[in-house]
């Protein structure tokens, strides 16, 4: 089998040439490809737990466009219940931001900062993080007991369960903010001094 590149000749293009190819080659192309294995070591439990929030969600957005547009008789407590699933996707979510340090960072003042300097305030900014996440999930805890056994709108189920859900978000990004901190300090460095060693530009 051949296949011609079908590139233009005009405006200065290289010519095009045939490539030999076969069926042969194809199929030993999807080969390699079925060698590689999974690897699922690389997520935490909070990535399941908002993966599950957010196929929940989509379902009950599905289900609220099916009842409204199709069925001409709209589910009103999908549209809450969606909304309440979206905290949890959120809130646990950004744990796992914490854990892979994605979260946006402003790093330039460290390209001018002498080492010591550099690192002092980056240790700075992990403590400020744990403390802030710390606080937050603080926070959060005083208002879910706040709205203890107060229902929700059109189910009668406990609201304070859903920033229960908020609250665990807080306190697994509280944990990992730890951990992070924790590495840098070993390592010597964080994301913000040397960035390049966490999203592979150095390699």
Same mark, same amino acid.
Request: net charge negative; with cysteine.
């Given at each position: 089998m051949?296949l011609?590149?079908?590139?233009?000749?005009?405006?200065?293009?290289?010519?095009?040439?045939?490539?030999?190819?076969?069926?042969?080659?194809?199929?030993?192309?999807?080969?390699?490809?079925?060698?590689?294995?999974?690897?699922?070591?690389?997520?935490?439990?909070?990535?399941?737990?908002?993966l599950?929030?957010?196929?929940?969600?989509?379902?009950l957005v599905?289900?609220?466009?099916?009842s409204r547009?199709?069925? &001409?008789? !709209?589910?009103?407590w999908?549209?809450?219940? =969606?909304?309440y699933? %979206? /905290?949890? #996707?959120?809130?646990?979510?950004?744990?796992m931001?914490?854990?892979?340090?994605?979260?946006i960072?402003?790093?330039?003042?460290?390209?001018?900062?002498?080492?010591?300097a550099?690192?002092?305030?980056s240790?700075?900014?992990d403590?400020?993080?744990?403390?802030?996440?710390s606080?937050?999930?603080?926070?959060?805890?005083?208002?879910?007991l706040?709205?203890?056994?107060?229902?929700?709108?059109?189910?009668?189920? &406990?609201? !304070?369960?859903?920033?229960?859900?908020?609250? =665990?978000?807080?306190? %697994? /990004?509280? #944990?990992?903010?730890?951990q992070v901190?924790?590495?840098?300090w070993?390592?010597?460095?964080?994301?913000?001094?040397?960035?390049?060693?966490?999203?592979?530009?150095?390699?």
């Amino acid at each position: 089998m051949t296949l011609h590149s079908s590139l233009p000749l005009s405006g200065g293009a290289a010519e095009s040439r045939p490539v030999e190819t076969s069926a042969e080659a194809l199929v030993a192309s999807f080969a390699e490809a079925d060698q590689h294995t999974v690897d699922l070591s690389g997520y935490g439990v909070e990535d399941w737990i908002c993966l599950g929030f957010f196929w929940t969600m989509a379902g009950l957005v599905f289900l609220q466009f099916f009842s409204r547009y199709v069925l &001409n008789d !709209s589910f009103a407590w999908t549209e809450e219940l =969606a909304v309440y699933c %979206l /905290m949890p #996707v959120v809130f646990i979510g950004a744990s796992m931001c914490v854990r892979r340090v994605r979260h946006i960072q402003v790093n330039l003042i460290y390209r001018y900062l002498p080492v010591p300097a550099g690192r002092a305030l980056s240790t700075a900014v992990d403590i400020a993080a744990f403390a802030f996440y710390s606080y937050g999930a603080w926070l959060v805890a005083r208002y879910a007991l706040a709205v203890d056994n107060e229902p929700m709108t059109t189910i009668n189920w &406990n609201k !304070s369960h859903v920033y229960w859900l908020a609250f =665990a978000g807080f306190a %697994l /990004m509280s #944990v990992r903010a730890l951990q992070v901190g924790i590495e840098n300090w070993r390592r010597g460095f964080s994301a913000l001094q040397n960035p390049g060693y966490f999203d592979g530009s150095d390699d």
